[in-house]
């Protein structure tokens, strides 16, 4: 049986000006779910991510967590990127800061842990993405597949029950993308709930235990990936599909 859904997605939709991007959208996160968001550019997917993020305000519908509605103020929403982080294409580290400290202000700042626990979570966590030796560089010394690493940790250091990712090696070069999907493919093993979003393919059905598909703003098929992959349902998925083949 399926777990109780930690996050819920309820007829959520989202315009800029008078062009909805998201349309009624309908989706349940279950605890150590790793769904992979496919779909043309423009499609939402970034749009879907922010919103549930709280990055962007929904036009209508809403998103439940652990089934309470988020709420608006400043702390509230600190407190809910805490437990449903992000990870950016373009990393979003602070770049005057050393790879330690972007690693210790979320933990510092929103969970007020101590110095000292700050320091051991974050040099934990920087183990696990291979950059423990690069605690005292700044993001400007890294490459961008070693800032990307840093990004995951840092939110990983805030010990969320879901993490979001926002095409995490599409600003990478090709040298970088694997050590990347390698420290996710290991999130992924060790229960994460995920959202990921992103082109790479073969990730996507190695990985996703389920896969949503975005054509337009509406989510076009939600099924597990070998279903996807082998005898997609639409012929938006079918067109989409050949592109990477
Ligand atoms: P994807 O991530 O699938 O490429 P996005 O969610 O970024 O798609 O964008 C979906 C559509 O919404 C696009 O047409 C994009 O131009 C539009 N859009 C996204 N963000 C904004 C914004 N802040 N203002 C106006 N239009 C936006
Ligand atoms: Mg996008």
Redesign the pocket.
């Given at each position: 049986m399926k777990k109780a859904a930690v996050l819920i997605v309820k007829d959520l939709s989202k315009s800029?000006?008078s062009?909805e991007?998201l349309k009624k959208i309908d989706l349940d996160v279950a605890p150590g779910e790793v769904i992979c968001v496919l779909?043309?550019?423009?499609?939402?997917?970034?749009?879907?991510l922010?919103c549930i993020n709280h990055l962007?305000t929904p036009t209508s519908g809403e998103i439940r967590f652990h089934g309470n509605p988020v709420q608006k103020h400043a702390r509230a929403l600190s407190d809910y990127r805490s437990q449903v982080g992000m990870v950016f294409q373009s990393f979003n580290l602070f770049n005057n800061m050393t790879v330690l400290d972007n690693c210790m202000s979320g933990t510092r700042n929103v969970l007020n842990l101590s110095k000292e626990e700050a320091k051991k979570r974050a040099i934990e966590q920087l183990k696990a993405v291979g950059m423990a030796p690069y605690i005292h560089a700044k993001p400007a010394q890294l490459s961008g597949g070693q800032k990307q690493r840093v990004a995951i940790a840092r939110g990983l250091c805030m010990e969320p029950e879901i993490l979001l990712f926002?095409e995490p090696t599409s600003a990478l070069d090709p040298e970088m993308v694997q050590g990347v999907l390698t420290v996710m493919k290991d999130l992924a093993k060790s229960g994460l709930t995920m959202i990921i979003?992103t082109h790479e393919m073969a990730f996507a059905r190695d990985v996703a235990s389920r896969i949503i598909f975005?054509d337009q703003?509406y989510v076009a098929e939600d099924t597990d990936p070998e279903s996807f992959f082998t005898a997609p349902a639409t012929e938006r998925a079918r067109e989409f599909l050949s592109r990477y083949r």
């Open positions: 800029f000006g062009h991007v779909g043309s550019s423009g499609s939402g997917k970034s749009t879907l922010r962007e926002d979003v975005m703003g």
